[in-house]
C-alpha cells in the first residue's frame, strides 16, 4: 500500500456533478477504492495559485489510480499528477493543510 500525495485540475463545469456523486454515497460505496477516494475528495484543497486540487489518496495500484481515474478521476479532473509516496496516513494533508477546501473556493 502506498499513500499519494495527489494533484489534478478540477473540471469547475462538472464538480457539482461530481459534488451529488460524493453526498449520494455513490463514490464511497465503489469497491475496493470507494472509501479512500471518497475521503480524499470531500476533503480536497484548492492551491490558489496553480489552480490544482490537491489531497491524500490510500492506493494499492500498479500504475497509481489506476481504477480510480477510470471509474471518477478522469470525469471530473485534468493534468492528474501523483505526485509522492508519503509513506504515512495524515503527511500528505499536513503538506496542503494551509490551502482552503476545493468545495468552498469554487463555489465563490
Known sequence: MAIWLVKARPREEKLDELRSRLDSGEIE????FGT???GGLRNARLNP???FAYWEEE?????PLAQEREAILD????ELVVLEDVKQRGRAWKQI???QSMWVILKK
Open 29 to 32: 460505496a465503489m469497491s475496493p
Open 36 to 38: 479512500a477516494l471518497d
Open 49 to 51: 495559485e496553480d489552480h
Open 59 to 63: 492506493d494499492y495500484c500498479r500504475p
Open 75 to 78: 470525469d471530473y479532473f485534468d
Open 97 to 99: 493543510q494551509s490551502f
